[in-house]
């Protein structure tokens, strides 16, 4: 399985934008690039993939750079509420649907 | 749909007792996950049934803990006897194990203390 390297805790401010990286140098090229985040007491919860173009959603936006090496999920309006443990997750899109966390990033939106 | 509902939201028993975890996934969906996350050892895959056959259960600590899946709408995941160090919050997800799928959905989990 593809490893994924996210820094440990990152703290944002309220209002703006939050970036987090994520590096996977050995992505092969039919995984999937998955964020995943849990709140505290919560289940995880989805909130973008992509494979190699940026996507966006009405959560989030995802970076992947051409190489694939790397991407970067933006949340554009950091709210109190994305304070969470965010997970970059690779998966192939197949009937191997393979779900398995890292220790991820904890983010805290500060006010 | 409900999402994906597991029982009990809440378990304390004694050592040595076996304890069984229930988890319902969504309605259609082919692949099952059960995951264990203590504050040490993060969130882990036990095991994964695709179809409700056990594809992976590499992540199953021991022979202590067995997972069933009888039906595609019912998934049991039973430890007997306990310890205390398998306190823990135990969490089912299901998704399309196929193309499909664009995500996985989460229950709200079990916590479970073992005295």
């Known amino acids: 399985d593809a490893k994924t390297t996210q820094p440990p805790s990152m703290d944002c401010a309220e209002g703006r934008a939050a970036n987090l990286p994520c590096n996977h140098s050995t992505i092969s090229g039919n995984e999937y690039v998955y964020w995943y985040r849990q709140i505290h007491s919560q289940g995880p919860q989805y909130i973008i993939h992509g494979l190699k173009n940026n996507e966006t959603n009405e959560m989030a936006s995802l970076i992947i750079t051409e190489d694939r090496k790397s991407s970067t999920l933006i949340l554009p309006h950091a709210t109190l509420r994305d304070t969470a443990v965010y997970y970059c997750?690779?998966?192939?899109?197949?009937?191997?649907?393979?779900?398995?966390f890292g220790a991820g990033t904890t983010v805290t939106v500060r006010a | 749909d409900a999402g994906v509902i597991q029982s009990p939201r809440h378990e304390v028993t004694e050592m040595g007792q076996e304890v069984t975890l229930r988890c319902k996934p969504i309605?259609?969906?082919?692949?099952l996950f059960w995951y264990r996350q203590t504050m040490m050892r993060g969130l882990e895959l036990l095991i994964y049934f695709n179809n409700n056959v056990p594809i992976d259960d590499s992540g199953m600590p021991e022979d202590r803990f067995s997972a069933k899946m009888p039906n595609a709408s019912f998934s049991t995941l039973k430890i007997q006897p306990s310890e205390p160090r398998d306190s823990a919050v135990y969490f089912c997800?299901?998704?399309?194990?196929?193309?499909?799928?664009?995500?996985?959905?989460f229950g709200q989990g079990t916590r479970l203390t073992v005295v």
């Open positions: 309605s259609g969906h082919n692949s």
């Open positions: 997750i690779f998966i192939k899109k197949s009937n191997d649907y393979k779900l398995s």
């Open positions: 997800a299901s998704t399309y194990g196929d193309s499909r799928n664009t995500e996985a959905f």
